[in-house]
Structure formats: structure tokens, C-alpha cells
T-cell receptor
Framework: GQNIDQPTEMTATEGAIVQINCTYQ??????LFWYQQHAGEAPTFLSY????GLEEKGRFSSFLSRSKGYSYLLLKELQMKDSASYLC??????????FGKGTHLIIQP | DAGITQSPRYKITETGRQVTLMCHQT?????MFWYRQDLGHGLRLIYY???????DKGEVPDGYVVSRSKTENFPLTLESATRSQTSVYFC??????????FGQGTRLTVV
């Protein structure tokens, strides 16, 4: 299996920065993907990494280190609407994505 | 509008009945997927399809059947529904880079 691990829940303050970590135990995957999922809604794509390093998209950045089996999603200038679950996933080929169980992020005023 | 749509959004059925969940995408993506999402398990892959008439089992295929006669449609059938199949079902398709885009989901309750 790919054993994708993420913290179950995190709390952060509006306007601050939060880093959500994801560790995994596999070497064979096309890319590492991050999705956001609000309660009762479908997952929506945020970011992905194919190569090691940092990918920046506005307030969101994602980092990948294949040698360390590690990724993180960095959210800056947190807003209340960022309260959601964040899903780390591996794959990107014909056989789809394998998801971690997600991190429930709570933003406090 | 282009996108991926699922129907129905909500469904209640009885144990033993056959149920079909529909999925339609307008992007002409080759790859399509069915996931179920349950508390404590996250998203798990049921079946996937690389192209029309090509399907394969995912992590949790038992009790489900799929077909893909046309690229844009990927229906999922529960042949004889059980209470353990109560879940939220998401259909997805992916672009050539592997990014998956999800439908709105179908909330299925088996009583």
C-alpha cells in the first residue's frame, strides 16, 4: 500500500499561515496532488507536484520531496472560508489517485 | 456547460434492490473513476476506466458493476444493495496531467 499519512485535525488563526504535512511510503507515482473539500461538497483541485520543490499558486503553495516521502501544503493569509478538509493524494495515471484520510482545518477569528 | 455531472444527487433504496448511479462528462477525458467516501476511510477507488470499453477494479469493487460504452458516460451499478454500501459516491475524470475533477457526488442511503 501507499500508506498516506496526514494529521487528522489542525486549528489556525485568521490571517496566519498554516502548513499541512503529508507523508507516504511509495516511490512509484506520477504526481502528488492536494485537494480542498468543504463539508457536503466535492473535492476541488488545489495544486500538484511532479518534481521535487515548491509550486506556488496565489495563497497556496505545495512542496514535494520524493527522497524523503514528504509533502506539505502551505496556506497563507488564512481566511474563514479556508475552513475545510485538505486531502493529499498520490497517482495521476490511468488507475487514478490514492487519497489520505484528509486534514480537517479549523480557522478561528 | 462543460464539466462532470452526477445523478441522482440523493437516493434512498432498500436492501437487495439494484441501483444505478449516473456520471456524465463533457471534457472528453479518457480516464474516469468512481470513488466512495466514508467517515474514517477517506476516498476509496471502486472502479476506473482508461477508455470506452476498458474498465478495471479499484480498491473496493465488490458488489459494484460498471460499464463504459461511450467516452462521456460511466454508470455505476449496485447489483443488490447492502447497508454497508450507504455512502457518498463521487465520479471523477482526469486530464492528461492526471488532475482529477469530481462530480457533485451522490449521497446513497440503503435501508
Amino acid at each position: 500500500g501507499q500508506n498516506i499519512d496526514q494529521p487528522t485535525e489542525m486549528t489556525a488563526t485568521e490571517g496566519a499561515i498554516v502548513q499541512i504535512n503529508c507523508t507516504y511510503q511509495t516511490s512509484g507515482f506520477n504526481g502528488l496532488f492536494w485537494y480542498q473539500q468543504h463539508a457536503g461538497e466535492a473535492p476541488t483541485f488545489l495544486s500538484y507536484n511532479v518534481l521535487d520543490g515548491l509550486e506556488e499558486k496565489g495563497r497556496f503553495s505545495s512542496f514535494l520531496s520524493r527522497s524523503k516521502g514528504y509533502s506539505y501544503l502551505l496556506l497563507k493569509e488564512l481566511q474563514m472560508k479556508d475552513s475545510a478538509s485538505y486531502l493529499c493524494a498520490l497517482g495521476g495515471g490511468a488507475d487514478g489517485l490514492t487519497f489520505g484520510k484528509g486534514t480537517h482545518l479549523i480557522i478561528q477569528p | 456547460d462543460a464539466g462532470i455531472t452526477q445523478s441522482p444527487r440523493y437516493k434512498i433504496t432498500e436492501t437487495g434492490r439494484q441501483v444505478t448511479l449516473m456520471c456524465h462528462q463533457t471534457w472528453s477525458h479518457s480516464y474516469m473513476f468512481w470513488y466512495r467516501q466514508d467517515l474514517g476511510h477517506g476516498l476509496r477507488l471502486i472502479y476506473y476506466s482508461a477508455a470506452a470499453d476498458i474498465t478495471d477494479k479499484g480498491e473496493v469493487p465488490d458488489g459494484y458493476v460498471v460499464s463504459r460504452s461511450k467516452t462521456e458516460n460511466f454508470p455505476l451499478t449496485l447489483e443488490s444493495a447492502t447497508r454497508s454500501q450507504t455512502s457518498v459516491y463521487f465520479c471523477a475524470s482526469s486530464d492528461p496531467e492526471g488532475t482529477a475533477f469530481f462530480g457533485q457526488g451522490t449521497r446513497l442511503t440503503v435501508v
